[in-house]
């Protein structure tokens, strides 16, 4: 339960981070740092594809 | 929780594609906001993975996976097209750094192509935005 109301308290905060990215423009900053740095782009969606499926193997497994 | 929390993603990614189609959006906007809107709908799936988990607690086993299986094979069919949006991703910052402006459309174009095959329950307002940068 804690886990999903962690997960439900991230996805609204990265709601809200949309919100305002979308009030305050997109970010130069943000985007100076994707243009120095291309590998880094995305690791975060790939983390967590990782996760969620570990989780499930998991869950699956009873661990 | 989970559908209010998707219906909100859902108006993120809608004012995010309304505020881009005012015109004032670079495609290194664009290639930022895809990239945010791919970790919204990914946050999303994890909610609906957790919600499962925690619907689907049973001391068979057999059970548990007949019970997760419809997610399990939604996140499974997320995997591929999210891996290839973050390649076409990484694609395009690294021809924008170079200043490629042709490699860098062609990049959004295979972004397009990758998040056309994510669920669209999580991932509905992507493609769109990523026309969006790829219209000529």
């Known amino acids: 339960v804690n886990g999903a109301i962690q997960a439900l308290i991230a996805a609204s905060q990265l709601i809200r981070e949309i919100a305002d990215m979308v009030r305050d423009g997109l970010s130069d900053e943000d985007i100076r740092v994707r243009l120095a ?18 989780k499930i193997k998991d869950f699956k497994e009873g661990a | ?54 619907r689907c607690q049973s001391p068979d086993p057999a059970a548990r996976a007949r019970c997760i299986a419809p997610i399990e094979r939604v996140s499974d069919g997320a995997d591929a097209p999210l891996r290839a949006a973050v390649a076409a991703l990484r694609a395009y910052w690294t021809a924008a750094a170079a200043g490629d402006k042709g490699a860098a459309s062609r990049a959004l174009l295979a972004a397009k192509t990758a998040i056309a095959g994510l669920p669209p329950e999580y991932f509905g307002g992507l493609p769109a935005l990523v026309q969006k940068a790829v219209r000529p």
Request: with cysteine; hydrophobic share 50%.
């Open chain 1, 37 to 54: 740095d291309p590998s880094g782009v995305g690791q975060k969606l790939i983390d967590a594809a990782r996760s969620r499926k570990q």
């Open chain 2, 1 to 54: 929780m989970v559908a209010t929390m998707l219906t909100l993603a859902k108006r993120a990614l809608l004012a995010l594609l309304l505020l881009l189609s005012f015109g004032c959006a670079t495609t290194d906007q664009i290639a930022l906001a895809t990239e945010r809107g791919l970790e919204a709908g990914s946050m999303a799936l994890d909610a609906a993975v957790d919600q499962e988990i925690i």
